[in-house]
Nanobody, 125 residues
Framework: VQLQASGGGLVKEGGSLRLSCVASGSVLSITSMSWFRQAPGKEREAVACLSTNNDITYLPDFVKYRFAISRDKSQNTINLQMNNLRPEDTGVYYC???????????????????WGMGTLVTVSS
């Protein structure tokens, strides 16, 4: 599976960005997908996960009322809509999946095995 993320950029505090991730290769093997991020000097953390079997999503509390994850099945794409962005949302955002994991909650609480190249999001104050 190959994952290609795009959509990062520079935005002012309170602004919005939409990230996209296109999956290719063995896409029929994908049962869940996620977005993680890594801020400078911090560990990578999950921000949104989605089960492709039932479209159940999981987002941690610190983003759940500002971010939303969705998918476009026909395009093998997942999206991350980020609203009301804060400087602390700055980081490299990665699209990731684990072919053995179908639960969005479990994916967000584990370390996915397949990662795409990240896309940088910078939120200025």
């Amino acid at each position: 599976v190959q994952l290609q993320a795009s959509g990062g950029g520079l935005v002012k505090e309170g602004g919005s960005l939409r990230l996209s991730c296109v999956a290719s290769g063995s896409v029929l093997s994908i049962t869940s997908m996620s977005w993680f991020r890594q801020a400078p000097g911090k560990e990578r953390e999950a921000v949104a996960c989605l089960s492709t079997n039932n479209d159940i999503t999981y987002l941690p509390d610190f983003v759940k009322y500002r971010f939303a994850i969705s998918r476009d099945k026909s395009q093998n794409t997942i999206n991350l809509q980020m609203n009301n962005l804060r400087p602390e949302d700055t980081g490299v955002y990665y699209c990731a999946t684990d072919l053995g994991q179908a639960s969005s909650y479990a994916l967000c609480h584990s370390r996915p095995t397949e990662w795409g190249m990240g896309t940088l999001v910078t939120v200025s104050s």
